[in-house]
């Protein structure tokens, strides 16, 4: 059950970063993502209001966000914090990079979780999982080689180095959310971090570019931007769900969610009409090929 809801949190995030690339094409980033994280805050706050009014029947055990004190709450705040500055780092990467670079780059995230995992939590993968590890660390470098026939070089390029911060600071979150499923409901998680983040970007907003908002890029209204909180708050339900499942491994989930790279891949070809891509092809099967060892490794 774990892996098919980690599949399907693979496929709605794909279409997260098609929406979040139509939203930022020629756009201020800072206010799309105050936006998303208002957006995402407005899914969840009715479901949070139900469950302090007696709702939990009307809610089920699915929907219903416990109630927690300050012990719990600083836990998600610290989640909320690490997700949002890995966010902030990818937004201005993805918006200057091209999708089907972006998108394989970030399917090589597990492998930084992988390796957190069996530090931290003592997760150890099989033969066949360690192979799916490693096409995703080749198909890595071999997207560096066909990054610089489009002029991205990655050893200096800002992008790229955002990009990849923005990765190291996703697998330090997926680690922390292994670690906060073992106590804590996954819909407390997922309620109450949307609404840290939607207070702390309002800070950021307000400090860092509302003043100077007619200066550079100015912010233009699109509707995908509400898709990107669609997809995402989807997305994160279905993985939530998979981390609290008995048996589920954070380093399998992790890797499996980075199957969103195929709907984004695609979308970067069929939407933005993105180059090289017969190069990038070979990377992206990589990537899948990985998945599919990870995926038989993990049925037993």
């Not at 017969?278 to 992206?284: V, W």
Request: glycine share 8%; hydrophobic share 55%.
């Amino acid at each position: 059950m774990w892996l098919s809801l980690a599949f399907l949190s693979a496929a709605l995030l794909g279409l997260y970063d098609i929406a979040k690339k139509t939203s930022l094409r020629g756009n201020a980033v800072l206010p799309v993502l105050l936006l998303n994280t208002v957006f995402s805050t407005l899914i969840f706050l009715p479901f949070i209001l139900m469950s302090r009014c007696g709702g939990r029947e009307l809610l089920g055990d699915l929907f219903y966000v416990p109630a927690a004190g300050w012990e719990v709450h600083r836990l998600i705040i610290l989640k909320a914090m690490l997700t949002l500055s890995s966010w902030i780092c990818g937004y201005f990467a993805l918006k200057h990079l091209p999708l089907t670079i972006a998108g394989p780059i970030n399917a090589t995230r597990p492998v930084m979780v992988l390796v957190g995992a069996m530090i931290v939590f003592g997760e150890r993968l099989n033969a066949l999982q360690w192979i799916g590890a490693g096409f995703a660390v080749v198909s890595f470098f071999l997207l560096g080689m066909s990054g610089k026939k489009e002029g991205i070089d990655f050893r200096h390029n800002r992008w790229i180095a955002l990009l990849v911060l923005a990765a190291v600071l996703g697998a330090a979150s997926g680690l922390y959310d292994k670690y906060l499923m073992q106590d804590i409901a996954p819909m407390t998680v997922q309620a109450w971090f949307n609404v840290y983040q939607m207070a702390a970007m309002a800070v950021i907003v307000a400090v860092l570019w509302w003043p100077r908002r007619r200066q550079g890029e100015r912010f233009a209204w699109r509707w995908s931007i509400v898709l990107i909180s669609i997809f995402l708050s989807a997305a994160d339900f279905a993985y939530y769900y998979a981390l609290g499942s008995d048996g589920a491994m954070v380093s399998v989930v992790s890797m499996v969610r980075r199957a969103s790279v195929v709907v984004s891949f695609m979308g970067g070809v069929l939407i933005f009409r993105e180059k090289n891509v017969k190069g990038k092809l070979i990377d992206l099967a990589l990537v899948l090929v990985g998945m599919v060892f990870l995926y038989l490794g993990s049925r037993g």
